[in-house]
């Protein structure tokens, strides 16, 4: 359904109409934030509104202190119950999610990653390598959405990392570029 269509109660926002629309005029399930915009938007509809879901399409590294402010992003608008990245290769979601980690401890979960060689061959049934659906599909994830609503999306939020007090993450791991993870 997601090859063909839009499929029903299903919202997009993309990042044309973030950066050429003021934000008084995005529609009122967009978060509004001044400090990062994603790639696009998917809106889930559900019975007390739409819910976003984050696109992210990183193919060159930024410095870690771009990535802090996404992560504070993300950690200051609880509306977006996901986001979804196409990354190069897998290391890279690696250590953008230790980035996300060491930065906010609170929502660094709500983070999913796709290779995009994976997206190009798979399409919407490209598997998340890293994050809370890994395994799934990125329609699997999306469809499962639609059909379950609220009551679902409630229990992730309250099995995911939204507290301090259940971060076990003890140890620090220092990351390195791309680049150099990627000759290796």
């Known amino acids: 359904e997601w090859l063909t269509h839009t499929?029903?109660?299903?919202?997009?926002f993309s990042e044309q109409q973030?950066?050429?629309?003021?934000?008084?005029?995005?529609?009122?399930?967009?978060p509004n934030g001044k400090s990062h915009r994603p790639d696009g938007y998917w809106g889930i509809t559900v019975q007390d509104g739409?819910?976003?879901?984050?696109?992210?399409v990183e193919l060159s590294r930024k410095c870690t202190s771009d990535y802090e402010k996404v992560a504070e992003f993300y950690r200051d608008?609880?509306?977006?119950?996901?986001?979804?990245?196409?990354?190069?290769v897998q290391v890279?979601?690696?250590?953008?999610?230790?980035?996300?980690?060491?930065?906010?401890?609170?929502?660094a979960?709500?983070?999913?990653?796709?290779?995009?060689?994976?997206?190009?061959?798979?399409?919407w049934d490209a598997p998340i390598f890293l994050g809370p659906d890994l395994g799934k599909t990125l329609s699997t994830v999306l469809t499962g959405l639609l059909e379950n609503g609220v009551g679902s999306l409630l229990k992730q939020r309250l099995n995911s990392n939204t507290s301090p007090l259940f971060n076990t993450n003890k140890t620090y791991i220092k990351?390195?570029?791309?680049?150099?993870?990627?000759?290796s």
């Open 175 to 183: 990351s390195t570029s791309f680049a150099t993870s990627a000759k």
């Open 7 to 12: 499929p029903e109660g299903v919202h997009l």
């Open 18 to 30: 973030l950066r050429r629309y003021d934000f008084s005029s995005y529609s009122s399930w967009i």
């Open 92 to 107: 890279a979601g690696v250590q953008l999610q230790n980035v996300f980690a060491k930065a906010v401890s609170m929502r």
């Open 50 to 56: 739409i819910l976003p879901i984050a696109l992210e």
């Open 77 to 88: 608008n609880d509306s977006i119950v996901k986001v979804m990245w196409l990354v190069p």
């Open 109 to 123: 979960g709500v983070h999913n990653f796709i290779t995009v060689p994976e997206f190009r061959k798979k399409l």
